[in-house]
């Protein structure tokens, strides 16, 4: 079974950046998409940026278009979400996600049967 694993969090002032990364480690991952999800305490999971690797199509939430990036390497199975200019609302644990069976939408938790544990971000104003 292959496993996500994310790296990069922290706490860091309004106005900062972050870089998180995710890895597929144990057995290959054949993915088609690859994302990243956030949940905020007392919030349900929401959708943050997705990139899909035929096409090199992605998708942003409307609340980090501009200010978040992503990126990745599909033969290594790895993406990428650089954050800039973070806001306290920001704040969330961010879990990384991917995607091998059925399309429900690059946005929709549905699309995605790989989930990492997930990483604290913390932003301080």
């Known amino acids: 079974q292959a496993q996500l694993v994310e790296s990069g969090g922290g706490l860091v002032q309004a106005g900062g950046s972050l870089r998180l990364s995710c890895a597929a480690s144990?057995?290959?991952?054949?993915?088609?998409?690859m994302g990243w999800f956030r949940q905020a305490p007392g919030k349900e999971r929401e959708f943050v940026a997705a990139i899909r690797w035929t096409g090199g199509h992605i998708l942003y939430a409307n609340s980090v278009e501009g200010r978040f990036t992503i990126s990745g390497d599909n033969a290594k199975n790895v993406v990428f979400l650089q954050m800039n200019s973070l806001k306290p609302e920001d704040t969330a644990a961010y879990y990384c996600a991917a995607g091998s069976g059925t399309y429900y939408g690059s946005d929709h938790p549905r699309t995605y049967n790989y989930w990492g544990q997930g990483t604290q971000v913390t932003v301080s104003s």
């Open positions: 144990g057995r290959t991952l054949s993915s088609y998409i």
